[in-house]
């Protein structure tokens, strides 16, 4: 499934600045202190701070019984009124909408999201898309209907979505559009029409599109899934779309697209290193404003003088932090602003347009010192084959960056990248005195398409290399103790980590897997049923089953556990949509005939990733104790 992430490309001039500095560093430095373990996954005090429409109230989400809800104040002052009361699992994303609030609910950690309204007291509570194992999307918030959304969701078949209008008081729902079975994605114009949708057969896209919502979609332009032409939002004048395309290019760019000749019309952006698959605008103004993009770090190129004033403004508030806004009122002249940088979540900001001021609303988690936490510093280094991989190395403060134990973090994905960013388990494991060592290996998006293409039916072999020649680089530049080194990652990072035990058996002293995946076979029979449309793209990017027997056997960890001898620690969901519980039960069972010690703990109300508090403290307490045993001196 690739789906389009702001990708980019580390400055090889800013990597070796961070490196040659840090290696500079004096031997004896102020070592941090240590930071209670609950401090770094403890729920914020505040987040997800919005602006009503009207611009009248602020909205915020923080903690009642122990799960992160909904509260409502006025701006003009007054006390708050918690709106939604979830106690089984945390509410992840709530929009405004008129008088009510709208949020999503994942049930036990299966992913079958639902869109729940209540209004501003917390009650006439209404799941607008109820059912079983239904799993809904919202299409079109209708900024400008209080009444009124656009979901699509799985209840007439779990494979694919059919789109609805619903009232968000009554729930009462009408049919747009029945899907025929191959679309995959739809998209409204300005006005919530109906007009673009895009569907695949496996490996081929189609871009759909009609000019009013009363007729036929018809083809636009056929594409392999290797090539993009994907559509952000309509022009202003709902006759032509903007799209993030890399047709006849390696890098995604930004273009204006006419769906009468499916051609791309005016660039409005490009990168030449990296992916530019986003573009912001202004509803109210009806102007572009910023086109985010990542190099080392995120970037903006603005397009808008409104935009630019704002931004200078800010930037001069705010010295040192990255700054993004993150809710506007339908007038534009109340924003929400956040700050945050690699060593803080950050604060949020109330500002005032007329008044030209910034308002301060929360510290996001207050309790973490950043003057304690670590620097996240770019590095590329170079693969065996030639090919320069973008990462992050954070080394503990106040320590010097030689003979270090580390924690080799991949990501997840593996279609994703790893940012320049707060990340709490990177401050945590530095805070315990471990440099973090993350790494874009092949097949990290932002990157263009090649680098993207290298990583096909590579799993286990070149993007299982880029990790090991990563780890041989830190050895060495001196920093990694090649007797202290540990792996740990979540999902594709789980099955980096459990290959990385199996396949380089003598280079870990330990390792944590993390809902990772251990048999390729019955992880493609077991994924979710609306992922089944992208099955052909899986066997082109993974491997076909039986065309590709071999491969998927000697990439699968479980079927040569009997290499595995570096201490494993597993963590599961046992409502896991995306890696089912038996890819980390089968790797255990494999080990236990063999008399070999592994820790297994699951969690049956979590599934991919643990999103409650209690599991996350008691998961990371247990990593930390694990860590500690098996990389100490």
């Known amino acids: 499934m690739h789906t389009i992430v702001r990708g980019a490309r580390t400055g090889a001039l800013a990597a070796s600045a961070a490196l040659t500095a840090a290696l500079a560093a004096p031997t004896v430095l102020a070592q941090a202190k240590q930071v209670p373990m609950r401090d770094f996954f403890k729920n914020p005090q505040e987040a997800g701070h919005q602006v009503s429409p009207d611009g009248k109230h602020l909205s915020w989400a923080a903690s009642y019984e122990r799960r992160m809800n909904v509260f409502v104040r006025p701006i003009a002052g007054g006390p708050a009124v918690r709106v939604t009361s979830e106690t089984a699992r945390d509410i992840s994303g709530y929009f405004w909408k008129g008088e009510r609030i709208l949020y999503v609910k994942d049930f036990g950690g299966d992913e079958n999201f639902h869109v729940v309204s209540v209004n501003l007291k917390g009650e006439d509570l209404k799941d607008l898309t109820p059912g079983d194992k239904v799993r809904a999307q919202i299409i079109d918030a209708l900024p400008d209907d209080d009444k009124h959304i656009i979901v699509s969701h799985n209840r007439r078949d779990p494979k694919v979505f059919d789109v609805f209008r619903t009232n968000i008081v009554t729930g009462e729902e009408k049919l747009i559009a029945q899907n025929p079975g191959n679309i995959t994605s739809w998209m409204t114009d300005h006005t919530g029409k109906l007009r673009v949708a895009g569907t695949t057969d496996g490996v081929n896209t189609t871009l759909l599109y009609r000019d009013r919502e009363e007729d036929a979609f018809k083809p636009v332009i056929t594409t392999n899934f290797k090539e993009t032409v994907a559509p952000l939002f309509f022009t202003f004048d709902n006759q032509r779309l903007y799209v993030a395309s890399n047709r006849g290019r390696d890098k995604l760019a930004i273009f204006e697209?006419?769906?009468?000749?499916?051609?791309?019309?005016?660039?409005?952006?490009?990168?030449?290193?990296?992916?530019?698959?986003?573009?912001?605008?202004?509803?109210?103004?009806?102007?572009?404003?910023?086109?985010?993009?990542?190099?080392?770090?995120?970037?903006?190129?603005?397009?808008?003088?409104?935009?630019?004033?704002?931004?200078?403004?800010?930037?001069?508030?705010?010295?040192?932090?990255?700054?993004?806004?993150?809710?506007?009122?339908?007038?534009?002249?109340?924003?929400?602003?956040?700050?945050?940088?690699?060593?803080?979540?950050?604060?949020?900001?109330?500002?005032?347009?007329?008044?030209?001021?910034?308002?301060?609303?929360?510290?996001?988690?207050?309790?973490?010192?950043?003057?304690?936490?670590?620097?996240?510093?770019?590095?590329?280094?170079t693969t065996r084959d030639g090919l320069t991989i973008n990462g992050y190395l954070t080394l503990p403060k106040g320590v010097a960056a030689k003979n270090l134990p580390v924690v080799i973090n991949p990501h997840g994905g593996p279609w994703a990248r790893d940012v320049w960013r707060f990340n709490p388990e990177v401050q945590f494991l530095a805070n315990r005195g471990y440099a973090v060592f993350q790494m874009n290996f092949r097949g990290s998006t932002g990157y263009g398409r090649k680098f993207w293409e290298a990583s096909f039916k590579?799993?286990?072999?070149?993007?299982?290399?880029?990790?090991?020649?990563?780890?041989?680089?830190?050895?060495?530049?001196?920093?990694?103790?090649?007797?202290?080194?540990?792996?740990?990652?979540?999902?594709?990072?789980?099955?980096?980590?459990?290959?990385?035990?199996?396949?380089?058996?003598?280079?870990?002293?330990?390792?944590?897997?993390?809902?990772?995946?251990?048999?390729?076979?019955?992880?493609?029979?077991?994924?979710?049923?609306?992922?089944?449309?992208?099955?052909?793209?899986?066997?082109?990017?993974?491997?076909?089953?039986?065309?590709?027997?071999?491969?998927?056997?000697?990439?699968?960890?479980?079927?040569?556990?009997?290499?595995?001898?570096?201490?494993?620690?597993?963590?599961?969901?046992?409502?896991?949509?995306?890696?089912?519980?038996?890819?980390?039960?089968?790797?255990?069972?494999?080990?236990?005939?063999?008399?070999?010690?592994?820790?297994?703990?699951?969690?049956?109300?979590e599934g991919h990733g643990f999103a409650n508090e209690e599991n996350r403290f008691e998961f990371y307490e247990a990593m930390e104790k694990f860590l500690g045993r098996h990389l100490k001196k």
Request: glycine share 6%; charged share 30%; aromatic share 12%.
């Open 257 to 381: 697209f006419d769906p009468k000749t499916a051609k791309e019309g005016k660039l409005v952006f490009e990168h030449a290193e990296v992916d530019v698959s986003a573009l912001n605008f202004s509803r109210k103004r009806k102007v572009l404003t910023t086109v985010p993009y990542t190099t080392w770090k995120g970037f903006r190129h603005i397009l808008d003088k409104d935009t630019e004033v704002f931004f200078k403004a800010a930037e001069k508030e705010f010295p040192g932090y990255e700054i993004t806004v993150t809710s506007a009122n339908k007038a534009e002249d109340k924003f929400i602003v956040a700050t945050f940088s690699d060593k803080t979540r950050g604060k949020r900001y109330l500002y005032d347009k007329a008044a030209n001021k910034f308002s301060f609303l929360a510290d996001v988690s207050p309790w973490l010192p950043e003057a304690e936490l670590a620097d996240m510093k770019p590095v590329t280094y």
């Open 458 to 605: 590579q799993w286990g072999k070149k993007m299982q290399d880029d990790v090991t020649d990563g780890v041989e680089w830190l050895k060495q530049q001196g920093i990694a103790d090649p007797k202290r080194i540990a792996i740990y990652g979540g999902s594709y990072g789980g099955y980096t980590t459990l290959a990385g035990v199996t396949f380089t058996p003598d280079l870990y002293a330990a390792a944590v897997d993390y809902v990772g995946v251990s048999n390729l076979f019955t992880f493609m029979n077991t994924i979710p049923p609306y992922w089944k449309p992208y099955l052909e793209m899986l066997h082109e990017m993974v491997g076909h089953p039986e065309k590709d027997k071999e491969l998927l056997a000697a990439a699968s960890p479980v079927m040569h556990a009997d290499k595995i001898k570096t201490p494993l620690f597993i963590a599961q969901g046992a409502k896991d949509p995306r890696v089912a519980k038996a890819e980390s039960d089968q790797v255990v069972e494999a080990l236990k005939k063999r008399g070999v010690a592994v820790e297994y703990m699951v969690k049956d109300n």
